[in-house]
């Protein structure tokens, strides 16, 4: 059971638990920083023009990079 919850889906993506965690949560802030300029820009149009698009592009590249392409897997900045 707590193979199950905790280490079978982070080995299916090549990744300790330590690992799937910092991603995941990488991914996770980056989401709410979207969200909150999202919903910035909503309330107030001339602020935050960008930054709900750029974050989809951003994390839509990590997710979509090869890691195998350059032999690592790449960092996630905010």
């Not at 905790?6 to 965690?21: N, R, T």
């Not at 802030?29 to 602020?47: D, K, R």
């Not at 709900?52 to 790449?74: E, F, I, M």
Request: charged share 25%.
């Amino acid at each position: 059971m707590i193979r199950r919850l905790f280490l079978d889906h982070p080995a299916s993506v090549d990744e300790s638990y330590g690992e799937h965690f910092r991603v995941a949560s990488g991914f996770g802030w980056a989401m709410l920083v979207g969200a909150l300029g999202a919903f910035t820009h909503a309330l107030i149009p001339a602020f935050c023009q960008r930054t709900g698009s750029n974050t989809v592009k951003r994390l839509h590249a990590r997710l979509t990079r090869d890691p195998q392409r350059d032999g690592k897997r790449p960092e996630f900045e905010i």
